[in-house]
């Protein structure tokens, strides 16, 4: 098992910039895939971002390629997730996510990821 927290979120004005924050614990960061996704009232959850290989892989969803960056503290078992020129449409609470398995594809599909952590509520204000 991995416990992940979430941290970082707040309320934030449209064009501003929030990084938010995923610590890791019960093993160590590097042997497994990390994903955030969000979901805002009413909608489904959404892929934003993952990183493997100690954070030497990553992906973005096509709604944040440009905008957010996924990087990782290997030393502090924490996944960051830079997030820039936000927009009102950002607004979700974020989660951070675990994937322990080989995955059948990359990233790894939402199903595929194991560990959740409680999600962190961003707001952007237009």
């Known amino acids: 098992q991995l416990q992940l927290v979430e941290s970082g979120g707040t309320l934030v004005q449209a064009g501003g910039s929030l990084r938010l924050s995923c610590a890791a614990s019960?093993?160590?960061?590097?042997?497994?895939?990390v994903g955030w996704f969000r979901q805002a009232p009413g909608n489904d959850r959404e892929f934003v971002a993952a990183?493997?290989?100690?954070?030497?892989?990553?992906y973005y969803a096509g709604s944040v390629k440009g905008r957010f960056t996924i990087s990782a503290d290997n030393a502090k078992n924490t996944v960051y997730l830079q997030m820039n020129d936000l927009k009102p449409e950002d607004t979700a609470v974020y989660y951070c996510?675990?994937?322990?398995?080989?995955?059948?594809?990359?990233?790894?599909?939402?199903?595929?990821?194991?560990?959740w952590g409680q999600g962190t509520q961003v707001t952007v204000s237009s």
């Open positions: 996510a675990a994937c322990l398995r080989y995955a059948s594809s990359w990233p790894p599909a939402g199903h595929e990821f194991d560990d």
């Open positions: 019960g093993r160590s960061f590097g042997s497994y895939t």
């Open positions: 990183a493997g290989w100690g954070g030497g892989l990553t």
